[in-house]
């Protein structure tokens, strides 16, 4: 199975601030890997697909980037709604499998 | 716009069979290129991916779970489901379904159901 790691586990910031969170995978994954929000008690959602793609509806002050083997994904301007888990995801062979999660704090 | 919505009993003794149904509404489960998947959550913990299910009935499970766990799609309902036999407190998590596409990303999701397996 291809392992995912991220970093930082967690991290609090400020409304405004710049965010980046990291994501490597064990192996080359090309840009089969995406990016989910979630939220306690709300269904995950996706933010970014294909390694920089934005999802429709999502906010432009998310961005990732990346291809094989390390990707991040940056949000330009912390807003108070961003507040959650942040997940990545490759699914360049199965299983597919996610990382172990970002928590952000407000 | 698609919507899936998980259901099933929130507790299941040990060793029974977990049963759980995702029912699939604005839009046609029978919508070519696109997979139907099985996620659980374990309290505290990460994502992981149990499985899918094409609308043709092809099946692809994660090897950790393969031997205790079929799925089915019923087109006719708009419904896929999920059985995981001979549970153990270790199978106690948030179930998600959702649906991803051929390049394996998911979206949507259901709200997820927490299952609980203890006597």
């Known amino acids: 199975d291809i392992q995912m790691t991220q970093s930082p586990s967690s991290l609090s910031a400020s409304v405004g601030d710049r965010v980046t969170i990291t994501c490597r995978a064990s192996q080359s994954i090309s840009n089969y890997f995406s990016w989910y929000q979630h939220k306690p008690g709300k269904a995950p959602k996706l933010l970014i697909y294909a390694a920089s793609s934005l999802q429709s509806g999502v906010p432009s002050r998310f961005s990732g980037s990346g291809s094989g083997t390390d990707f991040t994904l940056t949000i330009s301007s912390l807003q108070p709604e961003d507040f959650g888990t942040y997940y990545c995801q490759q699914s360049f062979s199965t299983p597919f499998t996610f990382g172990p999660g970002t928590k952000v704090d407000i | 716009q698609v919507q899936l919505q998980e259901s099933g009993p929130g507790l299941v003794k040990p060793s029974q069979t977990l049963s759980l149904t995702c029912t699939v509404s604005?839009?046609?489960?029978?919508?070519?290129?696109?997979?139907w998947s099985w996620i659980r959550q374990h309290p505290g913990k990460g994502l992981e991916w149990i499985g899918y299910i094409y609308n043709s009935g092809t099946t692809y499970y994660n090897p950790s779970l393969k031997s205790r766990l079929s799925t089915s799609i019923d087109t006719s309902k708009n419904q896929f489901s999920l059985k995981l036999s001979s549970v153990t407190a270790a199978d106690t998590a948030v179930y998600y379904c959702a649906r991803n596409n051929r390049s394996g990303w998911f979206d949507p999701w259901g709200q997820g159901t927490l299952v609980t397996v203890s006597s």
């Open positions: 604005g839009g046609s489960i029978s919508s070519g290129g696109y997979y």
